[in-house]
T-cell receptor, first 113, second 114 residues
Framework: GENVEQHPSTLSVQEGDSAVIKCTYS??????FPWYKQELGKRPQLIID?????GEKKDQRIAVTLNKTAKHFSLHITETQPEDSAVYFC????????????FGAGTQVVVTP | EAGVTQFPSHSVIEKGQTVTLRCDPI?????LYWYRRVMGKEIKFLLH????????ESGMPNNRFLAERTGGTYSTLKVQPAELEDSGVYFC????????????FGPGTRLLVL
């Protein structure tokens, strides 16, 4: 089955700097890659997603890139702010798998003022 | 629009006891998923309902776990008897379409088995 590896497990950045989280997946049939953010004590929320027919997607300070050949995708956060502090999860799924998401282990991001 | 709700938010039980978790998906969402996060590891898929039918239960750990979704609305996940390794956060998520569609997560139920 699908296996998703996520790095780093923790990431500390100064406010205003950029943060990058990387994920690799094993199943070349995976074609949908969402990113979830979970703030302390809250539910995981989708922040951005990308499909396999797209190489990059941006939404304000957040961007995701996908390299299908290498089977990895990354989340980029620019101009980080304290409210970006959270656990970020990458995930992958296959269209034929009825939406079952395979998650990475999560990255704890801490933005220090 | 109300989001996905889960009850209880926390549960502390002793090994061997029974616990039932409940999930109310967003109204109109036919797809309901259960996931679990154990000890800071990845969020792992448990099972998927389409309406009242189990579409995929490949992630269920063993036969101590029983999920139901009678009537295709809310779902329950019962653990009987609970073991120490069942401790973790149980998330429910729902979506309108099964594939490549946003899954909306509930706040989770934090289960601690002593």
């Amino acid at each position: 089955g699908e296996n998703v590896e996520q790095h780093p497990s923790t990431l500390s950045v100064q406010e205003g700097d950029s943060a990058v989280i990387k994920c690799t997946y094993s199943d070349s049939a995976s074609n949908y890659f969402p990113w979830y953010k979970q703030e302390l004590g809250k539910r995981p929320q989708l922040i951005i997603d990308i499909r396999s027919n797209v190489g990059e997607k941006k939404d304000q300070r957040i961007a995701v890139t996908l390299n299908k050949t290498a089977k990895h995708f990354s989340l980029h956060i620019t101009e980080t702010q304290p409210e970006d502090s959270a656990v970020y999860f990458c995930a992958a799924s296959i269209t034929d798998s009825w939406g079952k998401l395979q998650f990475g282990a999560g990255t704890q991001v801490v933005v220090t003022p | 629009e109300a989001g996905v709700t889960q009850f209880p938010s926390h549960s502390v039980i002793e090994k061997g006891q029974t616990v039932t978790l409940r999930c109310d998906p967003i109204s109109g969402h036919d797809n309901l998923y259960w996931y679990r996060r154990v000890m800071g590891k990845e969020i792992k898929f448990l099972l998927h309902f389409v309406k009242e039918s189990k579409q995929d239960e490949s992630g269920m750990p063993n036969n101590r776990f029983l999920a139901e979704r009678t009537g295709g609305t809310y779902s329950t996940l019962k653990v009987q008897p609970a073991e120490l390794e069942d401790s973790g956060v149980y998330f429910c998520a729902s979506s309108q379409v099964a594939s490549g569609e946003t899954q909306y997560f509930g706040p989770g139920t934090r289960l601690l088995v002593l």
